[in-house]
């Protein structure tokens, strides 16, 4: 597998599941990966917020850490609960690079933010506290964890065989394809990681997402299924539009809601659910 410019070529044959937002549910990915439909030679890509809401952000959390490289079976991009932590994570180490130099200006010993405790970085849907369960007490003990979900590429683009292209995108994109087969992104980060689509009041935004070639889907999550009018109480499915497909399935709501695990095949468009 090459990864360049964002973009994997898989090799003829070559099966490729992507797994909607997990948000803790290290249970549900289980069982989601043990399904018989899912081989082990296949390649399976998730899309971002593994953590968060759910009972076991922190397993899944490790899970990924030892699972999750450029060059195996698991790839991953990254989710806007991953960057809510990395922004937490460098405004902390900012503060403390001030409070240090004024320390040092009057001839005080400066403070390793790595030594400062875990609840230092303040962070929302409680991170703090489940690392500190899972044993991670300091700054510097969780700092691996932040640093791996830093590296972790905002989009990925795919082709399979039979000329199958697919953007993967945690909450939305839209870029344009220059001649040397690189990307110009046309809209910020902050879009790709944040962007709803949906406005809460219709079963489906108005907007689509716009090839960057012909044939080409975009792979999204971020904005759970069951939130959409009228889905309250199904079981959660994917939402396809005409260029985009929406796998958030809002795993960690409760069953009445409708929320369970999405896994969707890209060469086929067949889906494993969690039960």
Known sequence: MNIKNNFIEFKEGQQVWVIGDVHGCYGQFMEILSSPLIAEEDIVVLVGDIIDRGPDSAKMLN??????????????IRGNHEQNIINDFRSLVEQRERKNKLKMYVGEEPI???????????????????????GIS????AEKYILWMESLPLYLRVSLSGNKKFVIAHAWFEG?????????QIIPDNDILWYRDSDYYHDLAETDY????????????????????GHYGEPASPIFREHSVNIDGGCFLERDYGGRLIALCLNDLRTVYSS
């Open 176 to 184: 344009e394809l220059r001649a040397d087969g690189s990307i110009k």
């Open 138 to 141: 300091n700054i510097g003990q």
């Open 210 to 229: 716009h090839p960057m070639e012909k044939g080409e889907f975009l792979i999204h999550g971020h904005t759970p299924v069951p939130i959409f009018r």
């Open 112 to 134: 390793d933010y790595r030594s400062l405790p875990i609840y230092d970085l303040r962070c929302k849907y409680g991170f703090s506290e489940y690392m500190e369960k899972a």
């Open 63 to 76: 899970w990924a850490i030892e699972n999750v490289n450029n060059d195996g079976k698991y790839l991953m």
